[in-house]
Each structure stands twice: as C-alpha cells, then as structure tokens.
C-alpha cells in the first residue's frame, strides 16, 4: 500500500509561483511512476506531469508545458511540483497520484492506483 499526502496549495495571484509537496509513504519506488493530476469544478480530473521515479523522466500537459516542473526527492520519498507563471485556469484541486510501472506513458486517472487527497489551488486576477 502506498500513502499520498499532498500539500502547498493556496491562494496566488495570476503570474505567481507555488510549489506542491506529496509526501509518499509504504512503498519502495523505485519501479513506480508519479504524476501530478488537477479536476476543476464540474470538470474531469486531468493529467499535468508525470515522473519516473528511477530515473526521474518526466512528461508534461502541453498546458502546463514551460511552466511547471515535477521533480523528485528520494531522500526524502517526495514528489514536488514547481507551478511558475500561474494563470486563473490553473485553479483546480492537485492530486497526487502512483501507480506501478515506469515503462509508457499513462495519462488517465484509471491507470494509477494510488491518490491523495488532494490540495486546492486558486488563482486570482
């Protein structure tokens, strides 16, 4: 079993920068891969970035794409995500998210197996 603990949400203005924690425990990663997933009011839960934990290859939203970085933090079992350049769109709660596997991309909520839960982010203008 692998636990998510998400945190760093808030309120920023539009142009500002947060970053993201997710505290992960339960498991040894290194055969798993991370991503970051966002669900706006009254819309679906959709893919930002995800990471391979081994060797830390990581895919990007094509809306998020030179603005946000996922990275990972072995010593300290954390996934982070840098949000830079924010724009009200962004709004939405961030889900953190694991599952099995570092092989293929996987950009639909059904392909993870693990979720926290979640931690809200709010741009304003």
């Known amino acids: 079993q692998v636990q998510l603990v998400e945190s760093g949400g808030g309120l920023v203005q539009a142009g500002g920068s947060l970053r993201l924690s997710c505290a992960i425990s339960?498991?040894?990663?290194?055969?798993?891969?991370m991503a970051w997933f966002r669900q706006a009011p009254g819309k679906e839960r959709d893919f930002v970035a995800s990471?391979?934990?081994?060797?830390?290859?990581?895919r990007y939203s094509n809306s998020v794409k030179g603005r946000f970085t996922i990275s990972r933090d072995s010593a300290k079992n954390t996934v982070y995500l840098q949000m830079n350049t924010l724009k009200p769109e962004d709004t939405a709660v961030y889900f953190c998210?694991?599952?099995?596997?570092?092989?293929?991309?996987?950009?639909?909520?059904?392909?993870?197996?693990?979720w926290g839960q979640g931690t809200r982010v709010t741009v304003s203008t």
């Open positions: 998210a694991a599952r099995r596997g570092i092989s293929g991309a996987y950009y639909s909520s059904n392909d993870y197996d693990y």
């Open positions: 339960g498991r040894t990663l290194v055969s798993y891969s």
């Open positions: 990471i391979t934990w081994n060797v830390g290859y990581a």
